[in-house]
């Protein structure tokens, strides 16, 4: 996989249950926009969904007819048979990759322990087309994927192990993991990185604000060598800026509630918090200033 992808954000009900038609809509829209799919993500607020509800999730995309060479889930939990199901799920579903974190809870870990997690899994879901993605996010997880855990795992799973998100903010790791190996997608973070990731030799961005900036992103993937690039990028990372003014996920299910008139995307899960009415207001604004908007992002059902 390469290009740009989302963490697509998930909407819930008032009784704060996924929102699967909103949910496909919202995917449909990023789809349309060359952004591909990755559901489950940080910004999904997968880790406070039960298994079972990103299992129907991951169905009803199916069910849909989302493309799955556009998807890649995020299928990890602690508990790494948890992690099994939901990965075999997504490879018998078509999914072209699989974004999977360390387990998190416990901290300290060794690199041995965390080669055994990702082992233990690819061993039970025992698939020829399994594609993994590592998902490296020290600032969240504080459990950090090392140059040699990543060594280590392609010299026991090549051709599985495809590729990593860096969401660690340092664009030296990024380079460094670019620079060290080769046949691995290495996916920048933030989209603040995107343009330096194309010219080193990365596959693209899985970025937060691809969910209500995708065409602008696409844009500075699809034209990484124009001669006006630098000004491309500068413009994307001052709005990715803007928004990270205020708390991203909030933020962002607000502005997906701004774009579409329905202020029920701006519901988030404990421990999370929605943005108060002053605060839709300040980033009402703030979109407003810039022309912002989502073409094409309307109300209307999956």
């Known amino acids: 996989m390469k290009g740009v992808l989302s963490p697509v954000v998930t909407p819930f009900d008032a ?11 919202h995917c449909r829209w990023l789809l349309s926009q060359d952004c591909g799919l990755a559901i489950f993500g940080t910004n999904s607020e997968a880790n406070s969904l039960a298994v079972a509800e990103r299992r ?9 007819g989302l493309d799955p060479a556009r998807m890649m889930p995020g299928t990890a939990s602690s508990a790494f048979p948890e992690t099994v199901e939901l990965t075999r799920a997504a490879v018998e579903g078509g ?24 082992s233990e899994v690819i061993q039970r879901v025992s698939d020829a087309r399994l594609r993994v993605y590592l998902y490296h996010i020290p600032p969240v997880a ?10 280590r795992l392609l010299k026991a799973y090549p051709g599985t192990i495809a590729g990593i998100k860096d969401s660690s903010g340092d664009w030296d790791n990024t380079k460094a993991m670019i620079e060290t190996f080769d046949n691995f997608a290495v996916f920048a973070g933030s989209e603040a990185f995107l343009l330096d990731t194309l010219r080193a030799g990365g596959a693209g961005c ?9 065409a602008a992103i696409q844009d500075v993937y699809a034209n990484w060598q124009a001669d006006d690039a ?24 607000a502005t997906v509630g ?9 519901r988030v899960r404990p421990p999370l918090i929605s ?24 109300r209307v059902a999956a």
């Open 56 to 64: 129907s999730l991951l169905d009803a995309a199916f069910e849909a």
């Open 206 to 214: 899985i970025s937060a604000t691809a969910n209500i900036n995708p």
């Open 142 to 151: 504080q459990v950090p994927i090392s140059l040699a855990l990543i060594e």
């Open 275 to 298: 943005l108060d009415d002053d605060t839709v207001a300040s980033l009402s604004r703030m979109l407003e200033s810039r022309s912002f908007g989502m073409p094409g992002r309307s």
């Open 15 to 25: 009784t704060l249950n996924p929102d699967t038609a909103a949910w496909i809509a």
């Open 230 to 253: 630098d000004q491309r990028q500068e413009a994307i990372t001052a709005f990715r800026k803007a928004v990270a003014a205020y708390p991203m996920i909030p933020a962002l299910k």
């Open 95 to 118: 999914a072209a990759g699989v974004l999977m974190l360390p387990p998190f809870y416990y901290k300290g870990v060794s690199d041995d322990g965390l080669f055994a997690y990702y």
């Open 258 to 266: 701004i774009a579409t008139g329905d202020r029920g995307w701006e």
